[in-house]
Every structure is written in C-alpha cells, then in structure tokens.
C-alpha cells in the first residue's frame, strides 16, 4: 500500500512540473519571443525520475485507533439513574452541572435519578453544562434565588429489630473510642463526687444557716457547678447566673414531661430561688476554687490596701530576713486563702513582695568570701560583662 | 595589547597604577622583581570591569545573598510608637488633602470666571460676536515655541534660534 | 503657603514651623540636620483641646493608664522604656524611631484642631436637626452628624490606640467612633467574611433566605453544665448534649448610616433547614425557637434567655437528628420588624413544616444578622429526647439510595 502511496506521490509531481512548464511557456510566448519554440518543446518534456525507495516514516506514522465511541450516551430529557454515564469526552467539552459528577477521563456521570438537561448557566457564560434536574417538570439551571430542590434518598427502618440494631450501630473507631469515653466519664464522675464532698464541708463551716438534706444536696451540686463556670473563665455572677438557669430550666423540663404539676414546679423554683439567693449572699470562692465567705467590695478594697500597707513596711528593710519572709509568704497566703486577692493579684503581689534577688543596691561584696556567691552579667552603661558578688543574704531563698 | 589599568596592592602597602602587559611581560616583570603577585596558569588577567577590587569583592558577596537578607532592617515599633507614627502620617495626608482642595477650588474659580466672561463677550456685547471670536480664536499655526528651545547651557550653540525653523525641515 | 491655606479655608490657623522637614525625615525615615535643629522650638501637645476635655465626651475614649496615656501623647521615656514591652532588656533596647517624637506634638496638635472643627459642625448640625420637621431630611443630616462625630475622633490616638490593641469585647460599642473601628476592623475585616463564607457554602443562601448583607453581628453562645465559655464560630457541628438547652445571643448593631432606634423591634428564629421528609423524599424546614419583639438598646448586650422568654411564640426544641440522616444545618436569623410589634394571634406558622419565606413576607421582616451551627446524631441524642419528652426518633437505613 504504501508504495502504491509513494507513486501517486510521485506522479502529482510530475504534474505540477508539466504545468509549471506550460505557464512558464505562456509567459514566454507572450513577452519573450525571441527565444525558440524547439527549447520550450524540451522543457515541457522533462523527465523526472521520482523516487522508488521509501524514505522514511513506516514504521509507526500508519496506526490509527479505533474511534473512542465519545459523546453524548443519554440525550435531553432521558431518565437516569444515580451512576449513569451521560456524557464521554476528552477534556471538558460539557461540564458537569446539577446533581452530577465528573470522573478522572472527564465523564460526567448522575448523581442523582432524574431527567437530563443540557443547559448553558448565566453565571459561567462560556460554558455548556449537563444536569440532572430531579422532577420532569423542572428546567435547569435552577433559579440562583430559590431553595434548592433536594432529595432525601434514605429508607426509613420500619421494622423495629432491625432499627434498633441499626441505632446501636457503631463504627469500629466510634466503638473503641466509646470504651475509652465511658471510662473516663465514671472517673470523673467520682471526681465529681468527691469534690461536691469537700465544697459540701466548706460551705458547713462557714455557717450560714440550718439546711436540711435536700437542701444541702442542692447547695452543693449548685457550688459545683458554680465553680465549673468559674473555672472556664465566667465571673462570679455570670456563673450564679448561668447555673440557675441550667437548674430552673430543668424543673421546667420535668413540668414539660408531666413530672410534676404546675403546683409542685412552682414550689420548687420558690425553693431554688430562696435557697440560690441565700447562698449567692454569703458564698464567694477564692482564687484556688474553694468556697469562703463572701466580703463585700468595700471591704475587700480596705483589706488590700491594708495587705499592700503591711507589706511594703516588712519589705522596707533590705534584704529580706528569713523571719520577714514567713511574715510575708503568711500574709499573702492569707489573703489567698479568703478571697481577698484574685488569681492574677497574687501573682503580682508575689512578683512585687518576694523579689528572689534582691536588687543590687544592697547584698554587694567587694571580694568574695565564704558565704557568698558571684555570677557575671552585662553591664549596658559601660558596655562590659561584669562580675558581681553577692552575699547569701542577696538570695530569698537563702535568708536568714 | 592589553590597556585596562588595575591597582595592585603591593607587599609594602604602596598602590601602583601599572599597565598591565602579556604573560611573558608580566613573568618577566617578576622575575626583575617589581611586583610580588604570582602568576598563575589560566588565571583570567584581563578584568573586564572598571570597578576596583574591593568593590567587585562586594558585589560577588551581595549577588551571592539572598535578596531578603539585603532588605533594609524593618522599624520594630511598640505599639505607643505605631499609633504615634500614624497620628503623624494622618496629619500629613490631612494637610495635602486640605492644600489640594484649595487649590482644586481656585482651579474651579479660575474657570468659571474665564468661561462667565467668554459668554459675557458672546451674549452680552452686541457686536455680532466680533470680541468674542478674538477671545476664543485658536491659533492655526502652532509655532508659539520653537521646537529646538532648549535648556539654558554653558555652552550654547552658534545659532540659538533658528527664526526660520519650518516643520519639512 | 500653609498659613495663606489656614486662612482661605478657614481651617485652624496653625503655625508649623518647618513641617514639611519634619514630615520628611518621619516617611523617610532619614534625619536631617535643619530637621533635627528646627524641632527644639515648638514640641508640646495642646492638652486643653477637644480630646483633653471629658465633660461632654465619654470616658471611653480616654486611656485610663495614665502612664501609657503619658507614653502615647509626650513619648517614650528612653530611661525607663515602653510600658508594653515586659522583657527589661527589650525595654533598654527599645529606641524610638528618629524625629517621632519632635513632629508629634505638631500632628496631634493639627488633627485635634481639625476634630475641634468638626465638632463645631457637629452642634451645627444639631440645632438644624431641632428645627428640621421632614423625617427624610432629619435622617439625612443625622447620618450627616454620626459621620462628623466618627472624623473627629478616629484620628485621637488614644481612641486608635484602645481600637486596635484592646479586646474588642471590652470596646464600648456605643460610642460611634469604636462602632466603626470594630465594624472596619473585626467584622467586615474578619468576621463577616468568616461568616458569608460559611453561609455560602452550607448553601445556607439559597436555602433559608435568598441573600443578606449582615448589618448586626449575631453571635451565639450555649450556656450548660459543661461550663464551655465560647461563641461559636459559624457552621460548627456541635454535640447533641451542647445544644439541648437553649443559647444565649449577642448582638452587635454595626449600621453606623442608621442609628438604632428604640422603638426597633427584631425577631429571633432558629430553624432547621434539614429535617427529612420521607412522604416528599426531601426536606422541610422545620422551627426551633422563635422570639418576637426583641429589642436591644446597647450595643455587645447580651440577650439571655430570661429576657427573650417575653416574647418567646415557639419554645425552644433542641437539635435531635435522626440517625444516619445528613448533618443538618441550624440557621439563627435575626429579622428586624418593619411595622412594630407583631401579634401573637396573627401569627400564622407550622412549626414541622416551616414555610420560612412566607412567613418573612407575611410579617415583613428583614433579615439582618444570621448566624449558622450543624448538627448530627450522636449518642446523647436519646438522652435530650428523653429530657424534653420528645417521641424516639426515625431510624433510616445506612445506605443511600
């Protein structure tokens, strides 16, 4: 065959050499006379010898592949089902619009059962798109503004077993977890115990009043949760608050769930709320979560003045004695203990009141001695590092 | 013949301007002892920059690094100094915003007058728009500057203007 | 030149001895020596202008740490160094930029006589806004008024400075000025973009409402015994357990054009645009919570649940999704009221099939804020049926089909 190519090949050459020769005659004969005619002769005659050896360009430029039968496999209007083939391309010639899908050769597929639609989209001018619109009487693209049109596509479980089978059903990641959660939940749930324990005799000490059992019990779940928002970042108010909300509103659930009459709801919230109310008046808790008794802003103003009095005068004398330091660790322990002092307070009274080193104007050794200790550091007024000796009274920790 | 001048340092700290010669010049300027740099083969000896040494030692070091290390040290500001700096940057677009306006207002003022006038002259002189055709008159030859008017310079040329220019020139 | 500027446009007639120099050497960040020379001359703040006087403006707009206030408006004192650096060495390090403090005094004194202007314009306005008796005109020049107000004060560096370093929650929003640094900054800067990306993507648009330009921040936080102290971010799942009792909302009323008035009355619902419906095999829209003339007046107000129980049409019903049907989506809209006060007895709805759009047209409410959090089945989900003695749920098939 492909000799049979290369001759007709050769043979169109020939041709178009004859009737190259020929124009050129016509020229010739019209402008150029004085050349003779028995030499335009000899050039229309030329011989060619065209080539009878094949070149090059067999060994892979004659295969040809059947045809990928590409296009469109269900037409406008046709029903589909969910995985149905609508369209084979090669690039994105149609692209995948409503309720279908795109496949790594670019064949767009159904995704849901519905009727084909090919459609062009305003907002995607340059495109042509192919959707599934769910219902025959629906026209793609749907409406920008409206909601979309869904399906649900679930069965419900109708058959009782196999539904609570089926709502008991775990995954195997949420079952092993589920083992772990529940392990955790009974600990902390005798955390939870032992906690309402000890808010339960701190709140007896402060002896508010007499409480029978249940109202104890109530108390004392209500202390814990208070201290559960207290400890997630909540005021002390916004906390009394959020718990009492939480209580109330879980009388009103068992009202809902006919627990209880309306008689017997209404009671219980008067009793919530005389007891919540008597509470919030006296029970503070101090910067470690513990329950103390309450001081009013007022005083608790005077009393910090009055702790920062006493301590600036203990630590008016430098360095600090060992005596001066118990005095001063006893107070703001102290105050930590009965609430006068918030968390960050006592952080900054620490920092302020307990120096570890004291500062350099006092404690400073010529030469070293025995006890005492040197360290080097920089010196930003003579630009140098320096080596400094201190005496071990320098040292909090080492006061005597 | 190689003619680029380079500064050689020498041992003893003296700078020498010296044109440098072919290979066998410069061994046999060695060899005499003049100057105390050794040879050595394929060493490129002709220096295609007129930059001395220690600045092309700069920029071989500089193009080696990377370019955000060659970005100028950023103003570390506190955050008192950064509202500061931009209570300062405020007033200053607020003064150009201000002397802008100003001036844009004067622009329209300039304008109007021009164009009340204009119309002044068509409308409210009768004399069949004679003032108002003298005042809004293009002029068709566009030659009020001469198109070889240059920079004041020492050194003028000969012929400073030429009175004659006409554009087939 | 800038004097004959003073006097043509009537602004404040200040004196800048060599301004332009100093301007300079602060954008170029280059010190000269006339610059440097010239600076010793005029270098005080006015402290008896508009921003120094708090009789009639706000307390908020002062910073009340008199050392930082003292840092911001004459410097940073080189011998003790910046209040907000903590490290000592960072504090010793620490140089302010070259000529800040010399051109300073000259800015601040320029813009406060700038807001001292615009504040005379302000009263201007105000007795013009007294004698105005078209409603149309009156809230043109209003919206005229809250602009002024905001160009006063938003160059006061004290105001910038508690605008963009404080925590927003502490900002007091009522103050126009920080209205519109929070809007700028923490709503439309961040917030809102969050929040449109979210609603858009959980095709909350289309399907609740067609489209919304969120003018109040809505936020909403759940309030239970888990203690949990957070807003949640728009299209959180959240657990059963988290959601089964009612949330607290805030509200951030952030249209600066339109003042808030007291008379504005908005409507709280919580619908649940996934609730499946096995007859149609879709979904309907099912209600969750409705509350109607809501009214705030102040600005980052917290609505609780006691004070939205007033107005409550629909009690509060807690997510409980079916198991293995789709994560279903919880959309809070907060709808201004057009005309006033609704009716209880008017109101026309059916809480299982919800028919959100025509309940909006039917009472004329605006979308304005919104918010979103999802939900799906998980243990707990039995447990708050049972709280609220609701009926078991449906079961559906784990398969799609």
Known sequence: MSSIFSLSKASSLTKKVLVAGKLLAQNNNAFN???????LLALSSIQIRTSTKKAAGSKTNMKDSAGRRLGPKKNEGILVRTGQIIYRQRGTKIHPGENTGIGRDHTIYAKEPGYVRYYLDPFHPSRKFVGVALRKDLALPSNHWEPRVRRFGYVELKDSKSAQQEEEHLTRKDWLLKQKVDKEVEQRDIRRQTKKQELLTEFKALNIG??????????????????????????????????????????????????????????LVSQYKSLASKTDEHVAFNAKYHVVKKISEEKKKAMKT??????????????????DKSKIVELITNAENTGVLTKSEIVRVRRRFLKPVAPESVAVLEKSAKKSVSYKRFDYSSNKVVTIIRSNDAFLSKAK | MLTNTIKLQSGLGLSLSQRIMPASASISSMMAGTISSQFTRGKRTKSKSTMSQGTQ???????????????????????????????????????????????????????????????????????????????????????????????????????????KYSKSD | MITSVAKSRSIPNVVIPGSRAFFSTVVGGVRSQEASQSSTASSTINEEGVWSQFDKRS??????????????????????????????????????????????????????????????????????????????????LLKKKNQLIIDAEKFNPEVAYKAQFSNPENLNLDELV????????????????????????????????????????????????????KYITPGDILSSRATSKPPIFQVNYLNIDEALKPSDKFTLLVVNLDHPNTKTNSYDITLNYGVKDVSFQHNNQVLSFDELSQGEFAEYLPPVPEKNSPTSRF?????????????????????????????????KLVPVGINVWRSKWDGNVKNVREMYGLPNGRVFHRVRR
């Open chain 1, 33 to 39: 006379s004085n050349i003779p005619s028995s030499s």
């Open chain 1, 210 to 267: 007499e409480f029978s059992e249940d109202q104890l019990n109530i108390v004392a779940s209500r202390l814990l949760n208070v201290q559960r928002f207290l400890i997630n970042g909540f005021s002390l108010s916004e906390s009394e608050q959020n718990v009492t909300f939480n209580d109330l509103y879980d009388y009103k659930l068992s009202l809902k769930r006919t627990e209880i009459d309306e008689a017997k709801y209404q009671e």
């Open chain 1, 306 to 323: 009055e702790l920062i009095g006493q301590l600036t005068k203990l630590t008016e004398q430098l360095p600090i004695k060992k005596d």
């Open chain 2, 57 to 163: 030692r700069v920029v071989g070091q500089l193009s080696v690094m990377s370019a955000a290390r060659k970005q100028p040290l950023r103003l570390k500001l506190t955050n008192e100094d950064l509202v500061r700096h931009q209570v300062v940057h405020n007033a200053w677009a607020m003064l150009q915003k201000q002397k802008r306006q100003v001036r844009e207002e004067k622009l329209t003022k300039q304008f109007e007058a021009m164009q009340s006038a204009m119309e002044d002259l068509k409308h409210g002189v009768e004399d069949g728009g004679v003032l108002f055709g003298f005042g809004s008159k293009f002029e068709k030859t566009k030659k009020r500057v001469s198109l070889e008017l240059r920079v004041p310079t020492e050194y003028p040329p000969n012929q400073v203007w030429n009175h």
């Open chain 3, 59 to 140: 307390e908020s707009l002062k910073i009340k740490n008199p050392i930082l206030r003292n840092e911001l408006l004459h410097g940073i004192d080189p011998a003790k160094g910046p209040l907000t650096l903590k490290k000592g060495l960072s504090k010793m390090k620490y140089t302010s930029p070259t000529g800040l403090d010399e051109v300073f005094p000259l800015a601040y004194n320029f813009l406060q006589e700038t807001a001292k202007e615009k504040y005379s314009q302000v009263t201007e306005i105000e007795s013009q806004i007294a004698a105005e008796t078209d409603e149309a005109v009156k809230t043109q």
């Open chain 3, 178 to 229: 920080y209205q519109y640094y929070y809007k700028t900054k923490n709503f439309e800067g961040f917030n809102k973009m969050l929040l449109m990306q979210r609603i858009e993507q959980l095709h909350v648009l289309p399907d609740a409402i067609p489209t919304i330009n969120p003018s109040v921040e809505l936020k909403v936080k759940f309030i239970n015994e888990s203690g949990v102290n």
């Open chain 3, 331 to 363: 959309v809070t809209l907060l709808l201004k009221q057009e005309e006033g006060p609704l009716a209880t007895e008017k109101l026309n709805f059916n809480r299982k099939d919800f028919a959100l759009a025509d309940f909006l047209t039917e009472n």
